[in-house]
């Protein structure tokens, strides 16, 4: 059974920085990021494949997001700078064995989320 541990969440300020990680059990072709602000459906922020090779990222983000892996430690990372009060969601880890789109419905496996608060 895989395992995706996120942390790195927090409260920020508009303009400021953090960085997610998610450490998974096991290898995948592609690992990515979505987000889940209140009352909004599940959308993708970054994916990278496979393991370090390719990046996409949503519009939203680009140019302000940065997706990263550590292989040797399973790690994936999200680089987020210039946040502002619309990222403010729930960041959850998702690792797919196939496709590596920015939908959900190609991710197998999920982590339990880190909450991001931009004000």
């Known amino acids: 059974h895989v395992q995706l541990v996120e942390s790195g969440g927090g409260s920020v300020q508009a303009g400021g920085s953090l960085r997610l990680s998610c450490v998974a059990s096991d290898n995948a072709i592609c690992m990515a990021w979505f987000r889940q602000g209140p009352g909004k459906e599940r959308e993708g922020v970054a994916v990278?494949?496979?393991?370090?090779?390719?990046?996409n990222y949503a519009d939203s983000v680009k140019g302000r997001f940065t997706i990263s892996q550590d292989n040797a430690k399973n790690t994936v990372y999200l680089q987020m700078n210039g946040l502002k009060p619309e990222d403010t969601a729930m960041y959850y880890c998702?690792?797919?064995?196939?496709?590596?789109?920015?939908?959900?419905?190609?991710?197998?496996?999920w982590g339990q989320g880190t909450q991001v608060t931009v004000s």
């Open positions: 990278i494949f496979p393991p370090g090779r390719y990046t």
């Open positions: 998702a690792l797919g064995v196939a496709r590596c789109r920015l939908s959900p419905y190609d991710y197998n496996y």
